[in-house]
């Protein structure tokens, strides 16, 4: 006769499968005595009773008076909510203690980390961004031999991007940058992660990253971010009543921050002689004579994404 055997569910808030296998044989026969319990699992006594006083220290069981000693299940979902507020409270426990761990280990070594292997390197910025509160800071530049540092984002966390221009170098780049509001820039000086302004990652190498905590070289970093930050062009699609339409406008700030003409139809993934046209297009709308000018006037009406 098959013996099926139901896969375990409450592992993941520490209640290993056998008892979580008795605490089934128990909603299965509530007020069970550990005779009971035997003949229903085929198990000894000495397993059931250690099972037992698990499954009575977890809450999933009780015992009720008189002899011989039967017991009766807790009810699952009741049972289940008190095994996540107490796994809850051990996050938060664990969480206070690594915090303690972090600074002992700062006073004890520099303010900075070196992290070396593609690997270690990779699983690095995969933890930094899963455990991001508030906010992920990102320069971002080529060249890459892994993924970009964004590529993996914490559910309800910010992220502001710097991109570099070389890191949109199709016309999909463009697209994916723009839907993350991001802004972008030409020559971004280094690769960083910052998150909740408390530590940093900053790449050497695609298998080396020194990481930064506390200290006034990240408060020099952050400060570095803001002023890049407002150097960038947003690349967010805003509406437009003007002359311009978006894409326009598009086209018309990537020609401001210095792209020629042959590096704005790669990026937009269009002709150069499409370009071209519709710059002229540009300077009659603005009623301009020049790029610069049309750069200057878009500038002052707010046109410029």
Known sequence: MHNYRPAPVLEALGVCSEDEQLYRALLARPESTTTDLANDTGWPATRIARHLRSLLSL???????GRPARYFPAVPEAAVELLALRKQAAIVEARVGASVLTAEFRARHDAFTVIRGAEAVAQRFYQAQQCAQDEVLVLDRPPYVVVPVEAR????????????MDSLSEPTDLVAARSTGCRMLRDVPLK????????????????????????SLLDGLLRLFELLWHQGSPLSPTPSDGPLSFEDQQLLSLAAAGLTDQAIARRL???????ERRMQRILRALDATTRFQAGLRAGQRGLLV
């Open 153 to 164: 984002r914490a559910h309800g966390v910010t992220y502001r991007t710097i991109f570099d």
């Open 192 to 215: 960083m992660l910052v998150v909740d302004r408390r530590m940093a990652l900053l790449p050497t190498s695609h298998d080396v990253i020194v990481e930064l905590g506390p200290s």
């Open 59 to 65: 809450g999933l069981a009780s015992r009720m008076p």
């Open 269 to 275: 993934g269009v002709a150069q002689r499409t370009v």
